[in-house]
Structure formats: structure tokens, C-alpha cells
């Protein structure tokens, strides 16, 4: 495990560091992010040290504790495998001053049929998905696990119902076509499309958070990735989509909406990922950490 102190003495500088222009601006909403935590108490499987993100969340947790942030989110992949996981990673977020939001990833379901149905409340959540209301801003927290082949049993209709979405997506050679991926069903877009318009007639900007992305075109993108970019460059107030799911990270912008995938904090054996995200009336200044890039997503008018 990583020594806690000089994880926070890196963050500390890599955030200092940051040339943004909006330093200075008191920003409406601020957040702390981390993707990918993925935690198991297994050796390392190529660029994953699954052990470390323990040190890694502690001294994360250390950095965001000594700033004043309106809530954290986890975007997803708080452990890799075994039940057993989440009592080790949820160790250092007991010391988390501020609130967290928990999304789900593929990896949190990598647990035993019968335990499934009991994820959300190991991961404090009692909806699948939901939103917040902060400075003039709806953070809508998605469940991109909806239609998918492992967050439910393996009998269950849900199940069957994904892999044959997955199975003609396979047939049109769609590469992002993966188990590993994931769709959002009708249900969630009816809901979704609903919090969106009220937002609009509330004046207010709508930021997505999801596990999985859907821009640029990758092998981990959403299934219904092409329906998730059209519902969002239809809606003039959403204004940004941040997600994990690719430990490499990726970004994007589309019809002037930014794409931002968080690198996976779980990936390499000494160097930490995540951020700060400063929301002002017309862009997120997005403050990296280890191997996270610092950005400024502008909104489009």
C-alpha cells in the first residue's frame, strides 16, 4: 500500500500547478471526482494494482476533506470482485467529511446472483439513479448498468433481455458490443427526459454523470451510445457528460458538448487519479490529479 503523505503531496502540487484560467472565480457548485477505484485484495493483473487503490482513496479523501466541496461522486467500480470488497474500500471513505454519490459500475455486480439485489444499499444508494439540485445546476446521477448481463441474476428476464440487445448489436458489428458494457432502458429515458425538461423550465443546467461513456467512439461505450449524444445535443441545457469505465481516459466534444471519461484510479502501481470540478454559469474547470488532465469544458451558448 502507498504511503498516504506523499500521495497528498503530489496532488497538492499537480493542483497548484494547473494553468486555469478561472482559478480565481468563486465557482456555484464544487465536486470531488474519482472513477475506478475497483478495489480487491488480489495481486496485480497488468497495469492494475488492485490493493493500492486503498492508499490511493485515503489520501484522495485526505485532499477533498481539506477543501469545501458541495459532494463527491464515485462514477462507478468501487471494487473489482468479492463481496467482501466493499467493507475494505468503504474504510477510507468513513473518514469523507462531505457527502458522496455513489454510481454503478460493471465490477460491482461481479458478486454472487443472490447478492445483486443488494448493491445499492452496500453502496448507500435507495434509486438506481436520481438528481441534485446545487447553484443553478441538476446533477443527474444515471445507472448506465440498467440493461445489462451481470447486474442482475442470471435467470432473471432482465438478463436474457440484454444479451439479445448485445447479440444484434454483435450482428452489425458494432464494436463496442462488449459484456462488459451496458445499456439505459426506456424506463430510465422516460425519467431521464422528464428531470431534463423540468430543469429547462427551472432554468437550470444539467451535468450527466454516468459509469460508462458514449463519446468518442470506443470499445467501452454504452450500447445505446448514439441515443444518449442525440438526447443530450437535443436538450440546450445539458452541458457536459462525465463518466469512468476507460481507465485510460478519453474526451471529447460534440455539437458543442463535452465528453469527459475520468482515468481509472486502480491503474498503475504509484500514481493516483482524480479531480476537482468547479462548476461555473458557463464551464466546469476540471482540476486533475496524478493522471487525470486538468481541462476547462466551456459550455456551449
Given at each position: ?6 500521495f497528498?503531496?503530489?496532488s ?11 482559478a ?19 495481486d496485480?493483473l ?43 474500500i ?55 448498468t ?7 441474476g ?7 433481455q ?24 426506456p ?23 454516468a ?16 441515443e ?74
Amino acid at each position: 500500500m502507498l504511503n498516504r503523505r506523499s500521495f497528498l503531496a503530489a496532488s497538492t502540487s499537480a493542483v497548484a500547478a494547473a494553468p486555469l484560467v478561472y482559478a480565481q472565480a468563486k465557482p456555484l457548485v464544487r465536486l470531488g471526482l474519482v472513477a475506478d477505484a475497483q478495489y480487491a485484495d488480489i495481486d496485480p493483473l497488468g497495469t492494475r494494482y488492485y490493493r493500492q487503490s486503498i492508499g490511493k482513496l485515503e489520501s484522495a479523501v485526505e485532499d477533498f476533506n481539506q477543501r469545501e466541496l458541495d459532494l463527491c461522486v464515485h462514477l462507478g467500480d468501487l471494487i473489482d470482485r468479492k463481496w467482501e470488497s466493499f467493507d475494505g474500500i468503504k474504510k477510507p471513505l468513513a473518514d469523507l467529511r462531505h457527502p458522496i454519490r455513489h454510481l454503478f459500475g460493471n465490477h460491482d455486480f461481479d458478486v454472487l446472483d443472490e447478492q445483486k439485489e443488494k448493491v445499492p444499499g452496500q453502496m448507500g444508494l435507495e434509486k438506481r439513479y436520481s438528481f441534485r439540485d446545487t447553484g443553478g445546476f441538476r446533477l443527474v446521477f444515471l445507472d448506465t448498468t440498467d440493461v445489462s448481463t451481470y447486474a442482475h441474476g442470471l435467470r432473471d428476464d432482465r438478463t436474457f433481455q440484454a444479451v439479445r440487445q448485445m447479440t444484434a448489436l454483435e450482428e452489425q458489428g458494432r464494436p463496442h458490443a462488449q459484456p462488459w458494457n451496458s445499456a439505459i432502458g426506456p424506463e430510465q429515458m422516460a425519467w431521464l427526459k422528464s428531470a431534463c425538461a423540468e430543469a429547462a423550465g427551472k432554468g437550470m443546467k444539467v451535468v450527466l454523470f454516468a459509469h460508462h461513456p458514449v463519446y468518442p467512439a470506443n470499445t467501452h461505450n454504452l450500447w445505446n451510445d448514439t441515443e444518449m449524444m442525440a438526447f443530450a445535443e437535443a436538450n440546450p441545457n445539458v452541458v457536459a457528460w462525465v463518466n469512468g469505465h476507460n481507465h485510460q481516459g478519453n474526451f471529447g466534444v460534440k455539437a458543442g458538448v463535452p465528453y469527459v471519461t475520468l482515468q481509472g484510479m486502480v491503474e498503475t502501481e504509484k500514481t493516483t487519479a482524480y479531480a476537482f470540478a468547479d462548476l461555473h454559469a458557463d464551464r466546469i474547470v476540471l482540476r486533475g490529479v496524478g493522471r487525470v488532465p486538468s481541462r476547462e469544458l466551456v459550455f456551449r451558448a
